[in-house]
């Protein structure tokens, strides 16, 4: 039947011949299944291809996968550096998914400090040197009592130091007196190895060998005196003790953390007030937020004295919901939806999401209701960063890093798409 069709189609054609009715058909049989196969291969490639497009996220094409709505590289994006939300410090830069420092320094709980002169880190991290101290070449040196000279680190007197005599670096054969390189040592003065003293003013020899004044101090007929009569004696110290937070109205007497010495009396410094015995900041503290005693509810962080939602968070009839991944309020206040939620959007499954818990796609790096695990919920003074609920403040009166807000444990000054400029526990920062 079908050679009886195709015949008279070949008549009328251009009159060729030698073009059979069964070769037409064979010829268009193969055609067919040729057109068929390649629509097949088509297909076969497009799906694949676009199968390998879409695991990597909504959009987002290989080596760029979505981290909360945005296609990041994670191979080379130092806010989402190896995962999303894996920030590197602000001395660091990603290569290839790894946090790879470019400190030139030292890396001291995530900032780059040169430890040769950081009087809060000298010669090691943490290592903090005192009020009347600098950190020269990896050493707290403090002031030189009246006499003595500084020669690099160390105090000397020029008087007497037989490898500085009269001044730096002036070496003796033998012994020094009175600033000149002697012999023996005149009558008058007292021996101590080969430093001829005068006992009654050397600053290091002060009424006997090896005796030294301290700061602020000088040898007066053979007694380390303070300079400034307003100031009283504390050990080899001379201090203030209207205004020394170390010796505070009288000599030892420590004022806690947070508190500074005014008037000889241990107060709580500008921007905090006493709640319970303890200074805090009522701008920030979620346990006194306005006023001591406010507690915000466990969804709230206080920030300028009002408990308000998590940043990313919204209020919806009195409660704080991620409407990123919240299936009861998707993308707005209400929304259901019948499957899960994320990205704001309504969605089949969580494929292209980091990770799914329950009916939310989320991503257990940076969600603090889900960190580091599903129902793992971060108090309300903590971020979600690597999958770890870290401690965190504001940082009052900064708009970036570095801020001088960020000491004590809360040291990493983080600026946050989410947060804006906070002090967090810890070297990572959230996204």
Not at 83 to 93: H, N, R, V, W
Not at 249 to 278: L, R, S
Not at 352 to 372: M, Y
């Amino acid at each position: 039947m079908l050679s009886t069709l195709l015949l008279p189609l070949a008549a009328c054609g251009d009159n060729k011949t030698g073009v059979t009715g069964s070769d037409t058909a064979s010829s268009t049989a193969a055609d067919e299944v040729g057109t068929a196969g390649t629509e097949q291969g088509t297909d076969a490639a497009t799906d694949a291809g676009t199968t390998d497009a879409t695991t990597t996220g909504p959009g987002c094409v290989a080596p760029e996968i979505d981290c909360n709505g945005n296609c990041v590289d994670t191979t080379l994006d130092p806010n989402n550096c190896g995962a999303c939300g894996t920030a590197c410090g602000p001395d660091a830069t990603c290569d290839n998914g790894i946090c790879v420092s470019t400190c030139a320094g030292v890396d001291c709980n995530g900032a780059c400090v040169d430890i040769t002169s950081d009087p809060e880190n000298c010669g090691e991290c943490g290592n903090t040197c005192g009020m009347d101290e600098t950190c020269t070449n990896g050493f707290c040196v403090g002031g030189c009592p009246v006499g003595a000279l500084q020669c690099g680190i160390e105090c000397v007197s020029p008087d007497s130091d037989p490898n500085n005599c009269g001044t730096c670096g002036n070496q003796c054969p033998a012994f020094c007196a009175n600033g000149n390189c002697v012999d023996v040592c005149p009558m008058g003065t007292l021996q101590c190895g080969m430093a001829c003293a005068n006992p009654s003013d050397d600053p290091l020899n002060c009424g006997g060998c090896g005796n030294d004044c301290g700061a602020s101090q000088e040898c007066l007929a053979g007694a380390c005196e303070c300079v400034d009569p307003g100031d009283t004696q504390c050990g080899n110290d001379c201090v203030d003790t209207q205004t020394d937070p170390n010796n505070c109205g009288q000599c030892g007497n420590d004022c806690n953390n947070g508190e500074m010495c005014m008037a000889g009396q241990c107060v709580c410094g500008p921007g905090t007030e006493m709640c319970n015995g303890n200074c805090v900041n009522t701008d920030i503290n979620p346990n006194n937020c306005g006023q001591c005693g406010n507690q915000c509810q466990n969804d709230e962080v206080c920030n300028g004295g009002n408990c308000e939602c998590w940043p990313g968070f919204s209020d919806c009839n009195g409660n704080c919901v991620n409407t990123d991944n919240d299936a009861n309020n998707c993308g707005q206040c209400g929304n259901q939806c019948q499957d899960a939620c994320g990205g704001g959007n309504c969605v089949n499954g969580c494929n292209g999401f980091p990770d799914q818990c329950g009916d939310s796609c989320t991503d257990l790096e940076t969600d603090p209701l889900n960190c580091g695990d599903c129902g793992n919920t971060c108090d309300n003074d903590e971020v979600c960063s690597n999958g770890n609920c870290r401690n965190f403040v504001f940082a009052p009166g900064c708009d970036s890093c570095p801020c001088d807000s960020c000491f004590g444990n809360t040291d990493n000054c983080c600026d946050s798409g989410v947060y804006g400029v906070i002090c967090v526990d810890g070297n990572s920062c959230p996204p």
